[in-house]
């Protein structure tokens, strides 16, 4: 008989239970038809993946960004490195031309060009004033600091006592005593006695021309003029009064000068009072004796003492100062007084600096005081007058016509000194600091600053003793560095064979200004 599956399935189960137990025989049918099919392990949820791939991204930019930070970091140090390498590696020095320079050793002691040309580079060291009031510790000798108070901001001006002690303002006042000094070449009338306004030259104008009129062409030219310009002592042509002539001459079409022509421009730059400009010309006058102290090697201790205590407060190269002016020093009396002027002078393309013309231009009309800055000592106290006046310090503006106030020139101290901005008492020791040239923006010596405009108020009652340091520098750096060098070879060749280098001074070369 032929079974059919069922049957043949339902046969297997029941032989199944008759070999088992009973109860293990219907388990096993139960799970044989209920047993599910096997299944294969679940995948791990989609979130888990797609963190573990974020997580992975952000290692890899935080990685990047790690990297990034640390090579900027490294290519840093590489220049910091390379700027001080180049800025003060003491491998070598390069001069100019390219060719390295070894250090010098400390104990040679011979004096070489390139001392001048490396002394200062390109920027002039300018203290900070901060602001009027400021008080500042400034270290001038090795066992004491001073303090140094800013007066004024236009200009720079610096106020610092005690710079001098009692005995080296007595040992200044005698030196100059034992040298001798000298009237100045600029006075005023005395008192009861009017003041001439015929001009110095006995001679007209025609003949002024006829003079200038080399070739007697009946023409002036500029030539002609600069051939008769070089005197220095301002008693002609002063250089006011060729700027002025130069401008008329300038400004004619044919670039020279008629009778007629100059006769106007001539008697224009000799009259007193308003300029063609409308700018005020006020004559310069002063009354007091003066002298003048070499510093350099020879002079007395005192003196060099203060030159060393000049370079520590303008904190300046000692070459410029070692070649500027010797210590002028002034004496004051009853009645004596400085009328407001700039010490130095604006700088023109027909001008050169009297202190750097070794290596001027040998076509300058004139030449003319370049100071970069001032520094005044008080020898004495003064019982009454005496001062130092600014006239326009800190002053919003400036402008000439400002100084003429109810028909009275401002710069007339000996009329006007108790309208000054700024007075200073003298005080034995004390110290008066100013700039008289702006900053070029690049570091160097610029403009006139015409805020340094200053005078001396008359003595009413006692002796005034005071000394003027100029530091010289000449606007143009390259000319500086020219004179520099031609007086480290002018010294070189004087010296020979000379073992101890002696600093070739100012008035070596030059005469008193």
Known sequence: MKRSPADR???????????????????????????????????????SRMQVQRSSVCSRAYFVVVMVFFHVYILNVIGLLLYV????GPAELVRDGGAPLTPRDPADTEPHEEDYSHAHGSRLPRVEGIRVGHVQQVSL??????EMRTLSLKPLLFEIPDFLSEEECRVVVQLAQLKGLMESQRTAPGRGQEESNQPLL??????????LDLNQDGL??????????RSRDGTWLNPDNLRQILSGLDAHPTGMLTLED????????????QQRSGKLRSQFKQRNKHTWLHQGPGSHHVLQTLRTRLISLTRLPSSLVELSEPLQVIRYEHGDFGDAHHDSSASHSESTCAHSRLAGNTSALTEVSCRYLTVLLYLSSVEEGGESTFPVADNRTYEEQALLQDGVDLTDTQETCSRGNIRIQPAA????LWYNHLSDGRGWMGELDEYSLHGDCPVRRGVKWTANSWVNVDPDHQQQLRYQRLVAQRHRAKSGTEEHYQPLSHSDLHQDL
């Open 85 to 88: 390498h180049y800025n003060n």
């Open 9 to 47: 399935c339902l046969l297997s189960h029941l032989s199944l239970s008759l070999s088992l137990p009973q109860g293990a025989a219907w388990r096993a049918l139960c799970s044989s038809r209920r047993r599910p099919p096997p299944r294969r392990p679940a995948p791990p949820p989609r979130s």
């Open 141 to 146: 000798m090795p066992d004491r600091t001073h």
């Open 202 to 211: 006995s001679i007209s104008t025609e003949e002024v021309f006829s003079l």
């Open 220 to 229: 002036l030219q500029k030539q002609e003029i600069a051939s008769h310009s």
């Open 429 to 432: 020791g004390t110290a008066l």
């Open 262 to 273: 100059f006769r106007h421009v001539y008697d224009q730059s000799q009259r007193p009072g």
